[in-house]
T-cell receptor
Framework: QKEVEQNSGPLSVPEGAIASLNCTYS??????FFWYRQYSGKSPELIMS????GDKEDGRFTAQLNKASQYVSLLIRDSQPSDSATYLC???????????FGSGTQLTVLP | NAGVTQTPKFQVLKTGQSMTLQCAQD?????MYWYRQDPGMGLRLIYY???????DKGEVPNGYNVSRLNKREFSLRLESAAPSQTSVYFC??????????FGPGTRLTVL
């Protein structure tokens, strides 16, 4: 079992819809959870961080964390074609200073 | 602020050649990281430096060495390049909250 797993996708949604991206992790002791967006040929860009159970909203993005079930999700409301990218989930596994990344979910928002 | 900078952007090496990838950050972050990203493998940690004067191995350290030159700079050295080291290399830095910010990457090809 991988330490951080994401739906590999690809995921396609129509413009204006809600895109839902999911991530599960193996370490119950994990404390830090992040979502990164990566456009093709570019570097990962941090879009959300979450540290406690519940929801965290930032503009059109909502991160949801459920430590008991060991999953973290990202919702993108009113999806735009510019949201088309690969989304990476990252979790601190073991050492607090290290992040383990999932393999990413490719999202396409169709005009 | 430039954030995290990396040089070079592209490099082609022959098997057995050596090279050093440079990374610098101007965000006054304590921790710095080197990752490689390969298709289907996601981001994998090579080495990290939790603070100036310390370095630790990550998931895939074999064939690499690092130097934390000062708080700003963290270099990655390939002593004898192999075709398996063809990859995109990213440097990142973070403060205490583990939010990692990435440089633009170096695309390395080893022939």
């Amino acid at each position: 079992q991988k330490e951080v797993e994401q739906n590999s996708g690809p995921l396609s949604v129509p413009e204006g819809a809600i895109a839902s991206l999911n991530c599960t992790y193996s370490d119950r002791g994990s404390q830090s959870f992040f979502w990164y967006r990566q456009y093709s040929g570019k570097s990962p860009e941090l879009i959300m961080s979450i540290y406690s159970n519940g929801d965290k909203e930032d503009g059109r993005f909502t991160a949801q964390l459920n430590k008991a079930s060991q999953y973290v999700s990202l919702l993108i409301r009113d999806s735009q074609p510019s949201d088309s990218a690969t989304y990476l989930c990252a979790v601190n596994i073991g050492s607090a200073r290290q992040l383990t990344f999932g393999s990413g979910t490719q999202l396409t928002v169709l005009p | 602020n430039a954030g995290v900078t990396q040089t070079p952007k592209f490099q082609v090496l022959k098997t057995g050649q050596s090279m050093t990838l440079q990374c610098a950050q101007d965000m006054n972050h304590n921790s710095m990281y080197w990752y490689r990203q390969d298709p289907g493998m996601g981001l994998r940690l090579i080495y990290y430096s939790a603070s100036e004067g310390t370095t630790d191995k990550g998931e895939v350290p074999n064939g690499y060495n690092v130097s934390r030159l000062n708080k700003r700079e963290f270099s990655l050295r390939l002593e004898s390049a192999a075709p398996s080291q063809t990859s995109v290399y990213f440097c990142a830095s973070s403060a205490w909250d583990n939010e990692q910010f990435f440089g633009p990457g170096t695309r390395l090809t080893v022939l």
